[in-house]
């Protein structure tokens, strides 16, 4: 950046004063490529801020600069001492538009001067316009330049090289810059201090500062004193605090005065309130069962829900002097649900609250992830109080803290001084304060003072947007690769409540016997071994023993036999000890014994290791293998002999690809035993059922010598002309949810997909985070595998393996990539990793793009791209080099190919054009005449009904066909001097036909299975939320989910609905019908639905959707009134309790709870195991009433007719009659009656009847 020097200049004339000048390059500015708003401390230590604006980017002044975008929200502002003189700055177009700009300067908030209209051309325009205006305005100034214009209007404009001289005066002047928001404290606590700015001109005595009574100030933030004397020449900052001595509103002005200078005063105001007592609003000892999920013992999934759910740890976790938790712990899982725990009491609007608890990180990314937080009441993405964590290149931690943001740029870290598998106690303070945006998040890590608050460690930005209220804390999974173990956590409104309790009584380490001297034969273990005995009291954390060099231990005698072990802070056991080194003579060492908070112990241990007397004779230290799969095993040899030796030879081979056997005969096997006087040939061979690169060894052991290993390896290769692995074959980014990935096999054997993953990094990220999916199962040569998203259409759906709705859900600037888990490599990517393009696709020449295509890879492919091409890493192009070269493009939703894959490496034979099938396919209302045709000449089309993959065996098309049943056509074109064309598909669907509900709930889910509900049901609940409706039958109910809006017609309660057609899915355990056609008009109106009366422990899943009456129910009045939105409320009758569930909007909301028992009609729903009710109106709460008894019923059969009879039941007005072939089904309604008797024609076989009282 070229630095513009202003030379300071002194005039003496008439006692006048330069008092104030400067200039600002940018070189300290932090915009960014992206608009965003900020701010940064320029030259001068003048702060300029600035909204929706940027760096400079393609369109530089000189160097650094500012770009302006829009009249709106764009602008840049700084508050200046001293006053200004002349004000000056340079000014560009940026980017192309022909839009004219227009610049407005801004002073103290009114329009000093407007630049002439400029860039009015369209193209780029390099001209530089000066800006020069006499300001001429004493004191704190305040400078905005903004654009005039329409709001919305792209107009950028880039800024740079601002200057200004000083304003010139000889009056005797008291500066006062800033503006005090209003302050809060408790009694006995003085406030936070705000600051402003003041300064003296042309004074001939001290400025005193006096402040209103409850008031005090200072100059360096310390001592405070309600007076203060400042030199004449004084210019700095004044710090205000309330002092916080008597509760009481105060306000008033703090006065500046001087000799001969006007007086000026800063108005100031606070109140101070009783303090609250210590209160504990929430102690998460996560007492719960190890394994389950947090999200099933009271947190509540907000984001992400049912993947990767956060589990209950099995060991918890200590912390000295921290209050002992009696429970578990929760532990992350990497990416996927984020959960929260709602506090105590009403949400917290004022005042400090404080969360402990302990963290064990145990995996981390260099990439900065937050992963807890406050929040308000749940559902809300208000997070703040973000807790960081990250790590670098050698696994050190670092935590870190943000007020709101979550970019790694703008949070306060600590330095890596923290490791992996270690506990750490957090502390989190957040300070609800008036006003806006000044609230204050600071943080703590192992503090160690636990009754008076120290200094704290970390402190956010203050300026950041505040939270609206707090009444939870989260925990957050965002990364694959950060997990971590949380214990004890509290919150509190005191420092010192939050380590109230019983504490963690002192650890200690034990390890009791002496080992005995131990000898060995070096290179070898000894063959004797020790012991003694290790155990804990009062641990929490593992026990690590480590080994001194030559020694190794076990916690068995046989082993495995390591340096070093983790053992569980329960152990209390034996440690085996033997002496293996391959240094001869006498070793001694120290086995250190380690655990959270204990001190540390220690056991020596001694040992000699002796020459050997047998020395190993062979002609090889290695054996290399090449093969081609499938091919004849290679065999590879070497000769062995061991000198001196009186015991067998005992030869041990690792690896499962080898095998080996002494001489030219026998069976191969992966153990010999030889005579001490072998000498001879040892044979290996590697087998080569399958491609890959194959390690192993042969370790030699004889009495007397020194171990012997021999290592082997060897690599398996693909057939010419197969590919060399795995890659994307079809690529599908079609409108709304038509997305699809196809995976091709053509490496000439079967393949093991559980040992791949498809990865889909989103807007350039270069971690996938949750959006990964491990395949599974087996894929046979020239076969495909296809992955979609479970909203694209049944052609697609109708073919695909798997469904996945968080990998097959990427855009045009998206990544896709294909890992080999066990190499950890790429093995296909489709895009650039890291890198989001712009216009919001990859593009080259020919109407290739991501974005809105459907890409086939061209058939003499062989091989995925295994290097991201970024143009960073080794042998990498830059950008997605292979578009255009590797893939065929298609029109946005072509899905004809899906599902197979032509295969032709080596050929440059063009393959015929696919056949085009009409009509299009999809769910059908009636018969269709379909029709094949190619544009290939000579065409000869082959096509299948059955959905198998037609070849030039398959039926001959020679003429339109008629389908009127779930149908997939699948067509080729085989032509003369043609390749066989790529297989085209598209399928016909009908619904399949069901009676009732009863039926409809027990036909399979998913995306492509149909269902005409071909009965009449009534709707008994509808809510915009999800276009949701509730609709039963005689037999039983079913929950409408209706995101999309498909079904347009007004219902109102109670009317008949015939006709839906729809398919079936499950969320959270709720079997959900999905419409894809709009039913018409309701078939019958004002129908009457009488609420089944059950009771909460006989609901079960089969009753979803089901509008009952529980009665004589209790509910949980904690909170005094139904929230505005939803919520969870534990109720009760005689028969037990669960969850009531309320809706939103509704006409309960904000109303009192019950207070009494109720009558409850409500609607029965589900989350996950647990069966919930929800009420629909206020009018579903009726009076409590007496449950009803069950009626005796008497049971006959004459002459062909059924007739059940029974006594009136006190209070029933209404008898339900239901029957079954097997009540271990369900039963259904066939009747009611006032009266107290039934009949109905006898059918020859068992049935059975029950009679319910309403």
């Known amino acids: 950046m070229f630095r513009k020097l202003i030379l300071a200049l002194t005039l003496v004339l008439a006692l006048s004063f330069v008092w104030a000048q400067g200039a600002e390059d940018f070189t300290n500015s932090t915009a960014t490529a992206s608009y965003a708003d900020g701010s940064f401390v320029g030259n001068g230590g003048i702060t300029w801020t600035y909204g929706h604006s940027r760096n400079e980017g393609s369109y530089p002044i000189d160097g650094n600069g500012l770009m302006l975008r829009n009249a709106s929200?764009?602008?840049?502002?700084?508050?200046?001492?001293?006053?200004?003189?002349?004000?000056?700055?340079?000014?560009?177009?940026?980017?192309t538009n022909a839009r004219a700009r227009v610049l407005e300067l801004y002073a103290?908030?009114?329009?000093?001067?407007?630049?002439?209209?400029?860039?009015?051309?369209?193209?780029?325009?390099?001209?530089?316009?000066?800006?020069?205006h006499n300001v001429n305005i004493p004191g704190l100034v305040t400078i905005k330049i903004k654009l005039q214009g329409a709001s919305g209007e792209n107009s950028q404009v880039t800024l740079d090289n601002i200057s200004w001289t000083g304003h010139v005066s000889a009056d005797p002047t008291i500066f006062v810059g800033g503006t005090l928001t209003s302050f809060s404290t408790y009694v006995g606590t003085p406030s936070g201090s705000q600051s402003y700015t003041l300064s003296g001109y042309n004074l001939s005595s001290n400025i005193s500062v006096a402040a209103p009574a409850g008031f005090s100030l200072s100059t360096d933030d310390v001592t405070f004193t309600n007076t203060l004397s400042l030199a004449s020449d004084f210019s700095g900052s004044v710090y205000v605090r309330l002092d916080g001595t008597t509760q009481g509103e105060f306000s008033g002005n703090i006065e500046h005065t001087s000799t001969g200078a006007t007086p000026v005063q800063l108005a100031v105001e606070g109140v101070v309130n009783i303090p609250l007592p210590p209160t504990t609003y929430l102690e998460e000892q996560f007492n719960y069962t190890p394994g389950t999920t947090l999200a099933s013992n009271g947190w509540f999934a907000h984001s992400g829900e049912g993947t990767n759910s956060p589990l209950v740890h099995t060991e918890g976790l200590g912390y000295p002097g921290y209050p002992l938790a009696a429970g578990y712990a929760g532990i992350t899982l990497g990416s996927g649900e984020d959960v929260s725990k709602t506090l105590l009491g009403e949400a917290i609007t004022e005042g400090t609250v404080y969360s402990s608890f302990l963290i064990n990180v145990t995996s981390a990314s260099a990439t900065a992830e937050y992963i807890y937080h406050f929040m308000p009441q749940v559902p809300t993405t208000d997070f703040k109080g973000k807790f960081f964590v990250s790590k670098n290149a050698?696994?050190?931690?670092?935590?870190?803290?943000?007020?709101?943001a979550s970019s790694a740029s703008s949070v306060a870290w600590t330095e890596y001084n923290y490791a992996l598998n270690t506990t750490y106690l957090v502390v989190l303070k957040y300070e609800i304060l008036p006003e806006g945006n000044n609230d204050i998040v600071t943080a703590w890590i192992n503090p160690t003072d636990f009754y008076a608050e120290p200094t704290p460690l970390l402190s956010a930005t203050v300026t950041e947007t505040d939270i609206a209220s707090i009444n939870a804390v989260a925990i957050r999974q965002n990364n694959a690769s950060v997990t971590?173990?949380?214990?004890?956590?509290?919150?509190?409104?005191?420092?010192?409540?939050?380590?109230?309790?019983?504490?963690?009584?002192?650890?200690?380490?034990?390890?009791?016997?002496?080992?005995?001297?131990l000898y060995s034969i070096a290179g070898a273990p000894s063959e004797e071994i020790t012991s003694y005995t290790v155990y804990g009291e009062n641990l929490y954390g593992s026990i690590n023993v480590t080994a001194p060099t030559h020694f190794e231990i076990a916690t068995a005698a046989e082993g495995p036999w390591q340096s070093s072990l983790t053992l569980p802070a329960d152990f209390n056991g034996l440690v085996y000890v033997r002496l293996n080194t391959e240094v001869e003579g006498n070793h001694v060492g120290f086995i250190l014994h380690n655990s959270p908070g204990a001190e540390e112990v220690s056991k020596r241990v001694e040992g000699e290791a002796f020459a050997p007397d047998v020395t190993w004779n062979s002609s090889v230290t290695e054996l290399n293998f090449t093969a081609e799969v499938n091919a004849e095993e290679p065999i590879l040899s070497y000769t062995l002999s061991a000198t001196g030796a009186n015991t067998n030879l005992v030869l041990t081979l690792e690896g499962d690809a080898f095998s080996m056997r002494a001489g030219t005969s026998g069976e191969w096997t992966n153990a010999l035993s030889l005579a001490p006087s072998f000498n001879g040939s040892i044979y290996v061979k590697m087998l080569t059922a399958a491609t890959g690169n194959f390690q192993g060894s042969i370790q030699h052991v004889t009495t007397n010598a020194s171990d012997m290993t021999i290592a082997l390896s060897g690599s398996v290769t693909p057939p010419a002309g197969a590919a060399l692995d795995l890659f994307f074959s079809e690529y599908i980014e079609g409108t709304g949810l038509n997305k699809a990935l196809e995976i091709f096999n053509g490496t000439g054997m079967l393949v093991d997909l559980s040992d791949y993953q498809v990865e889909h990094y989103s807007n350039g990220a270069s971690d996938p985070g949750y959006r990964t999916v491990v395949l599974s199962g087996t894929l046979a040569n020239g076969e495909v595998f296809v992955l979609a998203h479970s909203g694209a259409d049944a052609s697609i759906t109708g073919i695909a393996n798997i469904t996945d709705d968080n990998v097959v859900n990427f855009n045009g600037d998206d990544a896709v990539a294909i890992r080999k888990i066990s190499t950890d490599a790429y093995v296909d990517i489709i895009g650039v990793i890291g890198e989001r393009p712009t216009g919001g696709a990859w593009t080259a020449d020919g109407e290739y793009s991501t974005k809105d295509k459907t890409l086939v890879r061209k058939p003499t492919v062989t091989q995925g791209v295994s290097v991201n091409p970024s143009g960073h890493e080794p042998n990498s192009p830059t950008g997605f080099a292979t578009l255009a070269t590797e893939w065929d493009a298609y029109?946005?939703?072509?899905?004809?190919?899906?599902?197979?894959h032509l295969f032709t490496p080596g050929s440059e034979v063009n393959p015929a054009d696919a056949p085009v099938i009409s009509p299009e396919g999809g769910l059908q209302s009636g018969p269709v005449t379909v029709s094949i045709s190619s544009s290939t000449p000579g065409a000869v089309i082959h096509y299948t009904l059955d959905g198998s993959t037609p070849d030039a065996n398959s039926t001959v098309y020679t003429a339109p066909f008629v389908v009127s049943t779930t149908t997939t056509v699948r067509a080729i074109t085989i032509a003369p001097g043609y390749t066989p064309s790529l297989v085209t598909s598209v399928t016909y669907s009908y619904a399949t036909p069901v009676e009732n509900i009863v039926t409809l709930r027990g036909m399979p889910t998913g995306a492509s299975n149909f269902y005409q509900l071909t009965g009449e049901a009534i709707l008994t609940y509808q809510q915009s939320w999800r276009n949701q409706k509730y609709i039963q039958d005689a037999t039983a109910a079913i929950l409408i989910d209706d995101y999309p809006g498909v079904i347009t017609t007004a219902y109102n309660l109670y009317d008949g609905i015939t006709g839906i057609v729809g398919t079936l899915g499950t969320y959270n355990n709720v079997l959900q019908f999905t419409p894809v056609f709009d039913p018409g008009a309701a078939t019958s109106s004002n129908n009457v639905v009488v609420p089944e009366v059950r009771t909460l422990a006989s609901l079960t899943s089969d009753d979803q959707a089901k509008l009952i009456r529980v009665c004589g129910v209790t509910m949980d009045a904690t909170n005094g009134n139904f929230a505005t939105g939803v919520e969870s409320i534990t109720i009760t009758d005689a028969s037990g309790s669960l969850t009531m569930r309320t809706f939103s909007p509704t006409d309960y909301n904000g109303t009192p709870i019950p207070t009494e028992p109720v009558d409850l009609i409500c609607l029965v729903g589900q989350y996950y195991e647990n069966i919930q009710v929800s009420p629909r109106f206020l009018a579903d709460f009726l009076p409590a009433t007496a449950q009803l008894a069950a009626p005796v019923v008497q049971i006959v059969e004459t002459n062909g007719t059924v007739t059940l009879s029974w006594e009136a039941v006190a209070g029933a007005v209404n008898y339900r009659i239901e029957r079954s072939d097997d009540p271990y089904t369900g039963f259904v309604q066939v009747g009611t009656t006032p009266a107290t008797s039934y009949s109905e024609?006898?059918?020859g076989t068992k049935l059975f009847y029950r009679v319910i009282a309403e």
């Open 73 to 95: 929200a764009s602008y840049l502002e700084a508050t200046i001492p001293g006053g200004i003189g002349n004000f000056s700055f340079d000014y560009r177009k940026a980017f």
């Open 108 to 132: 103290n908030n009114a329009v000093v001067y407007t630049t002439e209209a400029f860039g009015g051309e369209s193209g780029e325009d390099t001209t530089i316009h000066p800006f020069s």
């Open 394 to 404: 050698e696994d050190q931690l670092r935590f870190g803290l943000t007020k709101a």
């Open 484 to 517: 971590a173990i949380f214990d004890g956590i509290r919150v509190t409104n005191n420092w010192a409540q939050l380590f109230d309790g019983e504490e963690l009584p002192t650890p200690v380490l034990h390890a009791v016997g002496e080992p005995d001297p």
């Open 891 to 900: 029109p946005t939703n072509t899905f004809t190919n899906i599902g197979t």
């Open 1241 to 1243: 024609a006898a059918t």
